[in-house]
Nanobody, 124 residues
Framework: QVQLVESGGGLVQAGGSLRLSCAAS????????MGWFRQAPGKEREFVATISRGGNRIVHADPVKGRFTISRDNAKNTVYLQMNSLKTDDTALYYC?????????????????WGQGTQVTVSS
C-alpha cells in the first residue's frame, strides 16, 4: 500500500509559478511510474505529466508542455511538478498517482494509488 500526499498548491496570479510536491509513504516510490493529473469543476480528470521509475522517461501533456516540468527524487520518496507561466485555464485540483504498469502512463485508470489532491487557483 502506498500513501500519497500532495502539497504546494495555492492562489497565484497568471504568469506566476508554483511547485507541487507529492510525498509517498508505505512503499519505495522507485517501484512506481508516477504521474500528475488535474480536474477542474465539471470536467474529467486530465493527464498532466508522467515520469518513469528512474526518471529518464518523461512525458508532458500538450497544454502544459514548455511550462510545467515533472521530476522525482527517489531518495526522498517525492515527486514534483514545477509549474511556470501559469494561466487561468490551469486552475484545478491537482492529483499525483502511482502506477505499477510499464511505460508512459497517461490514463488515470492505470494508476493504482492516488493522493487527496492540492488546489491550484490562477487569477487573471
Amino acid at each position: 500500500q502506498v500513501q500519497l500526499v500532495e502539497s504546494g498548491g495555492g492562489l497565484v496570479q497568471a504568469g506566476g509559478s508554483l511547485r507541487l510536491s507529492c510525498a509517498a509513504s508505505g512503499r519505495d516510490l522507485s517501484a512506481y511510474v508516477m504521474g500528475w493529473f488535474r480536474q477542474a469543476p465539471g470536467k474529467e480528470r486530465e493527464f498532466v505529466a508522467t515520469i518513469s521509475r528512474g526518471g529518464n522517461r518523461i512525458v508532458h501533456a500538450d497544454p502544459v508542455k514548455g511550462r510545467f516540468t515533472i521530476s522525482r527524487d527517489n531518495a526522498k520518496n517525492t515527486v514534483y511538478l514545477q509549474m511556470n507561466s501559469l494561466k487561468t485555464d490551469d486552475t484545478a485540483l491537482y492529483y499525483c498517482g502511482a502506477s505499477d504498469r510499464v511505460g508512459s502512463i497517461k490514463t488515470s485508470d492505470d494508476y493504482n494509488y492516488w493522493g487527496q489532491g492540492t488546489q491550484v487557483t490562477v487569477s487573471s
